[in-house]
């Protein structure tokens, strides 16, 4: 079950776990076509591969979605937590509606998904949750995203705690991945100058970690940051 698996970060996951021979449950909101063009490209691996729309925010919806996905596999034994909503929130304000769609969907989300299906995991299962640098170092202007992947980085530590020694559960924190398309070239250049390997990375070295963290059976609770070297780079 990929959360979020439509394009972008969540797209290279889904092919990384198509290509590994892992049937996958592509979960979108709103980007329908996308979505059934990553089910189309995973398919043609020849894994059972299949979109089902949900706002993750949403209890009742994440409810629903979990009982056709159960319908349709049996069960899970691999839940990416992937979707995320990149909103601005500015501090103070008096419109509080885009704090509580980001926390929904980046906090919320993770926990119904894990709620809903984690029950009927089997042994041995795992779950990646996709947090992000500014955990450590927030973004002006965007608290919202900040606190949710603060939390969902709480939320990972603490599930592993509750599913040892069932079910692993571990953390990718991307940094500079997928350069927005608006973003001037000059401006990513200057921004990829912040890490330390002086470029941007990409979906697949998302993918790759997840990847790494579903295999490592001796690992749970532990975030792993993909940033080439950003952190390192702009002290």
Known sequence: MV??????????????????????????????????????????LGV???SVRCDVGDWADVQAMAGQVLTRFGGVDIIVNSASLFLRTLFPSDEVEAWRRVRAVG??????????????????GAIVNIVDNCIWRPYPNFSAHTVSKAGLLALTRTLALELAPRIRVNAVAPGLV?????????????????TLLKRWGEPADVAQAVKYLLEADFVTGEVLVVDGGESLGGT
């Open 48 to 50: 059972d591969a299949w």
């Open 107 to 124: 906090l919320d989300g993770p926990y119904y998904v894990c709620n809903s299906l984690v029950p009927q995991m089997t042994e041995g």
């Open 3 to 44: 959360t979020g698996g439509a394009h972008r970060v969540g797209k290279a996951i889904v092919m990384m776990l198509a290509q590994a021979g892992a049937d996958v449950a592509v979960n979108y909101h709103a980007s329908a076509e996308s979505a059934e063009e990553t089910v189309d490209a995973a398919r043609a």
């Open 178 to 194: 997928l350069p927005p398309e608006r973003l001037p070239p000059d401006r990513r250049e200057v921004i990829a100058g912040r």
